[in-house]
Each structure stands twice: as structure tokens, then as C-alpha cells.
């Protein structure tokens, strides 16, 4: 996809991640390939400029805007779990949400945070899409994964599996698949063809092995489908089978019902392509789908292709 001429100008605002992982390092190797977008960084601008002469970039730092978030020495203790580090984390993206809001900017790429280090620093959010959305209290958040190969629409997150039944409910099931039908149309995908994963083993066959197929999600589709067409959303499947045939091009995208049904089969297929989203606010925000990688930072042979498509999916996505 040639982003180029499209996005001349397109602002899109970064916010950098834990300062001892791979968050800097793979957003500036990804710059290089985005000459006429405008990058806005929330992060520190001397950790930045040193991280880049290390890495031998080529790439002009002064071509960006750098808005500092605070400072934090370079280099770090790389691969570490500190909590001044998550800290920082909190701090570079809670200043980039509050830029996007403030300044109605579309676009918000995040750099991967370790969990456990903003923890320590008191953040209570489970994760960055939790983060990101208190910001827009109004607003239903959605958690989905776009790649070329396999798109993925996640109804319940970071809960517990044995939470996971009590949390399905018809409502949120039809408003969450809203949204990511709605995505998909920005992406030119005109009339989504939606496949629903059951609960249960073998989508519980008739109810042998429990009723949420048959009490909440059928009567989902049902709902969707008066709404946007009879062959809009299929299902419930199980979900040991459907995956196969959203690759094969059966299906447009998948709604999951649970954190790893979506997330195995997509990593399988997807690991270095795939990326995290955050539909239903007022902006786009995505993320490449992998962690800080704490095992290789600092040795600057991260691979920047997930924060790649990071760009290029949230720029398809809010452009339009």
C-alpha cells in the first residue's frame, strides 16, 4: 500500500512506551518509511536523539515535533522492570490522549507498555485501551486486530476466563459489532460478511454443552442482522473451525467472545503483522501487537514491521 501522496501531511501522534523496551527504537526505525506524515512525539527528546545516533539512523529528528513528557536518562537499564519507567510510560501517553482530544487530532499510534510497571506506579487500568478510553467516558470502546490476513473483534478483554460468561450480554455484543462494522467500511469492506465464535465447545451443539449459544448470541445476530442484511453476521460457529475459513476468505472479520480465542489463531497467522486497535472514541488509536520485548532492548535488532502496520492501519482507519 502506497501511503505516500494520500497522507501528505497527516498528523499522527505517538506516545513512545516503556523507556527500557523496544517502544522508541521500532517507532524511529518505522518513521523512515512515512516521509509526509506529521509525527508528533510524547516522549523525551534527548533519550530519542542519543537512541537514534546508536541505532544509525539516518533519520532527521528535527522533522518531527518532540514534545517532552518529562525526562528520563539515556541509556536506561534496558530489559529492566522499573517503576520510574512505567511512570514515564503513564506520562508520555497520557499527554498524547490529552493532545488528540484536546487538539481533535485523529490518530494516536502507542509504543508497547509493561503492565506490571505502571502497576507500580499506581495505574489501576488493566491495560493501554483501558487507559486510553477513561479518557472519553461517553465513548464504547472496542478492541479489535486488523491485519491484512485476518481481522479479529474481541467482546470481553482483560477479564478472567471464568468471568467471561457472566460478561456476555446481548447489548454490548450488538453495539461492539457495530463499531467494527462500521471500521470495516472505512476500509473499504462495503457489506462486512461477520462470522460469530460460540462459547462452548462445538458452539455447545443444540445445548449439550451449555445455553449461551442459544440465549445470547443467536439472538444477537438475529438483532444484527435485521439491521444491516440476512448475511451480515453467521454464526455461532465453533471456534476451532471458523478461523480456517475467515483465511480463506469466507468471512470479512471475527467476532471473538474471549481474549484468546481471537488472539491464538490471529498470532499464529499474524504475529509480526497484526495490529492492536481501539475503535469507538473520538480518535483511532493502535498499537503494534507485541510487548516491550525486554529480552532484546537495547541491542537495537528490534523489528519495526508490527509498528509499521501500526501507521498504516490507524491512517487507513481515520482518514476516512
Not at 505516500?4 to 501531511?9: F, I, L, M, N, T
Not at 510510560?89 to 494516536?108: K, T
Not at 465447545?201 to 445470547?216: L, N, Q, R, V, Y
Not at 481501539?278 to 525486554?294: M, N
Request: net charge negative; glycine share 8%; with cysteine.
Amino acid at each position: 500500500m502506497n501511503l505516500a501522496e494520500p497522507v501528505k501531511g497527516f498528523p499522527v501522534v505517538f506516545s513512545t512506551g516503556d523507556p527500557h523496551g523496544i517502544g522508541p527504537e521500532v517507532i524511529l526505525k518505522a518513521l523512515s518509511q512515512f516521509p509526509t506524515i506529521h509525527p508528533i512525539i510524547f516522549g523525551d527528546p534527548h533519550y530519542l536523539e542519543e537512541l537514534r545516533q546508536d541505532l544509525g539512523l539516518s533519520y532527521d529528528l528535527d522533522q518531527v515535533e518532540v514534545i517532552a513528557s518529562g525526562h528520563y536518562d539515556y541509556p536506561p537499564a534496558w530489559g529492566t522492570l522499573e517503576k520510574k519507567a512505567g511512570r514515564f510510560a503513564l506520562q508520555c501517553l497520557e499527554s498524547a490522549v490529552e493532545y488528540c482530544r484536546d487538539n481533535h487530532f485523529p490518530l494516536l499510534v502507542t509504543g508497547p507498555i509493561n503492565k506490571k510497571a505502571t502497576h507500580l506506579c499506581g495505574s489501576t487500568r488493566p491495560g493501554q485501551t483501558e487507559l486510553v478510553a477513561s479518557f472519553f467516558p461517553a465513548a464504547n470502546p472496542v478492541m479489535a486486530f486488523f491485519s491484512e490476513r485476518l481481522r479479529v473483534l474481541l467482546i470481553t478483554v482483560h477479564i478472567p476466563l471464568r468471568e467471561v460468561p457472566l460478561a456476555l450480554h446481548h447489548d454490548e455484543l450488538v453495539s461492539k459489532t457495530e463499531v467494527f462494522i462500521e471500521a470495516l467500511r472505512r476500509i473499504d469492506i462495503s457489506q462486512p460478511r461477520l462470522a460469530l465464535c460460540g462459547l462452548n465447545p462445538h458452539a455447545s451443539e443444540e445445548g449439550s454443552f451449555g445455553d449461551e449459544e442459544k440465549t445470547i448470541l443467536e439472538p444477537a445476530v438475529h438483532t444484527l442482522n435485521q439491521k444491516y442484511g440476512p448475511e451480515t453476521v453467521s454464526g455461532p460457529f465453533p471456534a476451532d473451525t471458523i478461523f480456517r475459513k475467515a483465511l480463506e476468505n469466507e468471512f470479512d472479520g471475527v467476532i471473538a467472545l474471549y481474549h484468546d480465542q481471537g488472539l491464538i489463531p490471529l498470532k499464529l497467522v499474524a504475529f509480526e503483522s497484526a495490529v492492536n486497535v481501539t475503535l469507538g472514541l473520538p480518535l483511532v488509536r493502535t498499537s503494534p501487537d507485541h510487548g516491550t520485548a525486554f529480552d532484546i532492548a537495547g541491542q537495537g535488532i528490534a523489528d519495526s514491521r508490527s509498528m509499521v502496520q501500526a501507521i498504516e492501519w490507524g491512517i487507513r482507519l481515520a482518514r476516512n
